[in-house]
Nanobody, 123 residues
């Protein structure tokens, strides 16, 4: 059984930075693509970014491109999300997920999910 545990969320002022971590156990994630999604109150879960296991190919949602960076440390079985120049609209619960198959930007394509970590950006 795979477990994903996110950490690093919190309250930050607009323009600030946070770094989220997603620690995996139960499976070596080095040969899996991993993604980050977020969900704001009253909204659907939305794709943020993903990193493919093969050649570490990365994709970002347009809303975070140039501000967020995904990375992975296979030795630690951990994926990170560095968030810079944060905006109030980044406020959401952030989830990491392990990709199964399908379109990478669809939540239904991911097999395992963490419990989420709250990120709040104040004005």
């Amino acid at each position: 059984q795979v477990q994903l545990v996110e950490s690093g969320g919190g309250l930050v002022q607009a323009g600030g930075s946070l770094r989220l971590s997603c620690a995996a156990s139960g499976r070596n994630i080095s040969t899996y693509s991993m993604g980050w999604f977020r969900q704001a109150p009253g909204r659907d879960r939305e794709f943020v970014t993903r990193i493919r296991w093969f050649m570490d190919i990365i994709d970002y949602a347009d809303s975070v491109k140039g501000r967020f960076t995904i990375s992975r440390d296979n030795a630690k079985n951990t994926v990170y999300l560095q968030m810079n120049k944060m905006k109030p609209e980044d406020t959401a619960v952030y989830y990491c997920a392990l990709f199964r198959s399908g379109l990478y930007y669809q939540a239904s394509s991911y097999e395992y999910w963490g419990q989420g970590t709250q990120v709040t950006v104040s004005t």
